[in-house]
């Protein structure tokens, strides 16, 4: 067990140092920048942005009949700041980038693994061609650039969806909430839950990269890696949430 762990560290270690280089050719590595920002951010703004609003309003009401089962009453200016904090804290960082780690993570494995088997890598290598750097740098840059604006956008639609849980159930008056969304909130916050979202990007966009690129065997392999890296990237994620929660907010 160890020893494979230690295996698997080198050759991500390796991988890494072979990804991230400069690019051979500038005018291909935008095209497939390009690409890939549309491939791993842009088509996740719909399920990014589903799951937001609902959640958010869920997020409100919870923290809404939370405030009435108190011993004490709580003013229900108080949900509003509630769920911006809960959103920005751990709901839009964490829960999001998990799901991103399940829809980018499981299309990266595969569609690096399908190359591998294929031998479309063997070609590049024959061809000179870094194939690590090709394949994986504009992968890992796209995810840094879109990951953030994916969680941004998250906020402002989680805050959204509760705003409208209040009208639809009118448990609280909208100036009861936009207030609660306006009272302070620490920065540190904010700068964590960023830091957090690119860690989380990079961890997407490199486990599900080296799962793929080593590969072996055929079509059923491709699916058990791609499995495997889901797997393994929402492991990493939770663990690095936990140190940076410990570095950062203790």
Do not use: H
């Amino acid at each position: 067990m160890v020893k494979r762990f230690l295996t698997a560290l080198g050759e991500y270690i390796f991988l890494m140092n072979k990804s991230l280089s400069v690019p051979q050719k500038r005018s291909i590595f935008l095209r497939v920048f390009t690409r890939e920002i549309y491939d791993l951010g842009v088509n996740s703004f719909g399920l990014v942005m589903f799951t937001s609003v609902f959640v958010g309003a869920v997020i409100a009401i919870q923290m809404y009949n939370n405030f009435e089962a108190a011993a004490l009453p709580i003013p229900k200016v108080y949900v509003g700041q509630a769920t911006k904090i809960v959103l920005i804290l751990e709901f839009s960082p964490t829960i999001i980038s998990l799901v991103l780690a399940g829809k980018v993570g499981s299309y990266i494995a595969s569609s690096i693994g399908t190359m591998r088997v294929s031998e479309q890598i063997d070609a590049l290598e024959i061809m000179g061609v870094n194939s690590a750097n090709f394949l994986i740098f504009p992968k890992i840059l796209s995810c840094l650039i879109f990951s953030p604006l994916l969680i941004a956008l998250s906020m402002v639609v989680g805050l959204l969806g509760g705003y409208f849980s209040g009208l639809i159930t009118g448990n609280w008056t909208t100036g009861e909430y936009i207030t609660g969304v306006q009272m302070f909130m620490p920065n540190l916050f904010i700068y964590y839950a960023f830091l957090k979202t690119f860690v989380f990007a990079f961890i997407i966009a490199t486990i599900p990269s080296y799962y793929g690129y080593y590969v072996k065997g055929g079509a059923l392999e491709v699916g058990r890696a791609s499995t495997q890296a889901v797997v393994w990237t929402m492991v990493f994620i939770i663990i690095s949430e936990l140190l940076l929660t410990q570095m950062i907010l203790s």
